[in-house]
C-alpha cells in the first residue's frame, strides 16, 4: 500500500500574538479554548500584520520604559495586542491609553483590561485634541477620519513623539477643498473636463490628502515610511525613506 505523504507542513503558522489570550475570547476573536473563530480570522490576521509592522521600529527604539497614546482607538483589537506584545514578547515597561469619543466603547475596553490583567492599559473618554499626550513615546492614529489624523500627527510632532503611526481615512476636507477649486475652473474656461470623474475617485483624495501629511512630517525633520494605507513617522531615525 502506498505510504500516505508528512503533513508536518501543515503546521499551524507561528504569530507574534497568539490568540489563547484573556482579551482575545473577550473582543470575540478567539474562543474560550484559544481557538480563533471562523468570523475572526481576518480580524486576527491583521492584528498580526500590524504587530509586524511595527515590531522592527520598536525594537529599534531600545527603551526600557515606552508610553503609547492610541488615538480613535474604537473596540480596542489593536491596542490590546499592542499592549500584550510590548509587555508579554518585548518585557518593556508599557503605559498603553487609548483615547475613543464613545463612551461605552471606553467602558468595554476598561472592564476588558482588568479582566486580562493589563495592568498599564487604559482608556480615556475624549477626542484626539483633548489628550495630553506629553511623555508620549509612541502616538497613534488608526482610521481617524478627516482632519483628525492631521491632528494626531501635529501632537505627535509637538511632543516630539518617537514614532508617529497613522492610517488617514474619510478625506472629506481636501475633497471639499478640490471640488471648491473645480467650480471656479469650470466658470473659467465655461466648460466641462472629461476626467472629473476620476477627480471624483476617492482613492485620488486619499492620495493627495496622505501626501500633504507625508510633506508635512518631512518639514519637520522627521524620517517616513509609507504604504497605501499607513504612514509611519519615524523621528528619531534617520535617513528618509
Known amino acids: 500500500m502506498k505510504e500516505l505523504p508528512k503533513l508536518d507542513h501543515d503546521a499551524p503558522k507561528k504569530t507574534l500574538i ?11 476573536i478567539a474562543s474560550a479554548e484559544g481557538r480563533v473563530l471562523k468570523k475572526a480570522t481576518n480580524k486576527f490576521a491583521q492584528i498580526n500584520h500590524y504587530i509586524e509592522m511595527l515590531s522592527p521600529m520598536l525594537r ?34 508599557a503605559y498603553v491609553t487609548g ?5 461605552e466603547l471606553v467602558e468595554f475596553c476598561n472592564k476588558a483590561a482588568v479582566s486580562s490583567e493589563f495592568a498599564n492599559l487604559n482608556f480615556v473618554e475624549g477626542t484626539i485634541t483633548d489628550v ?24 505627535g510632532v509637538k511632543e516630539q513623539a518617537e514614532l508617529i503611526v497613522v492610517a488617514p ?25 472629461n476626467y472629473y470623474e476620476n477627480f471624483k475617485n476617492m482613492r485620488f483624495f486619499d492620495g493627495v490628502s496622505n501626501l500633504i501629511k507625508i510633506i508635512r ?4 525633520s522627521i524620517s517616513v515610511y509609507a504604504t497605501i494605507n499607513l504612514v509611519i513617522a519615524n523621528t528619531s531615525f534617520s535617513p528618509y525613506q
Open 18 to 28: 497568539t490568540p489563547n489570550k484573556t482579551y482575545m475570547h473577550i473582543l470575540s
Open 60 to 93: 529599534l527604539m531600545n527603551l526600557d520604559t515606552i508610553k503609547v497614546a492610541d488615538m480613535a482607538s474604537g473596540k480596542g483589537y489593536l491596542t490590546f495586542a499592542l499592549y500584550d506584545y510590548l509587555i508579554n514578547i518585548l518585557k518593556l515597561n
Open 99 to 103: 483615547i475613543e469619543q464613545r463612551p
Open 132 to 155: 495630553d499626550a506629553s511623555g508620549t513615546n509612541v502616538l497613534i492614529a488608526l482610521h481617524a477620519c478627516d482632519t483628525a489624523t492631521d491632528d494626531a500627527i501635529y501632537i
Open 169 to 193: 481615512c474619510c478625506h472629506k476636507q481636501i475633497r471639499k477643498e478640490i471640488e471648491s477649486c473645480y467650480q471656479v475652473l469650470l466658470i473659467c474656461i465655461k466648460q466641462r473636463i
Open 217 to 220: 512630517v518631512i518639514a519637520n
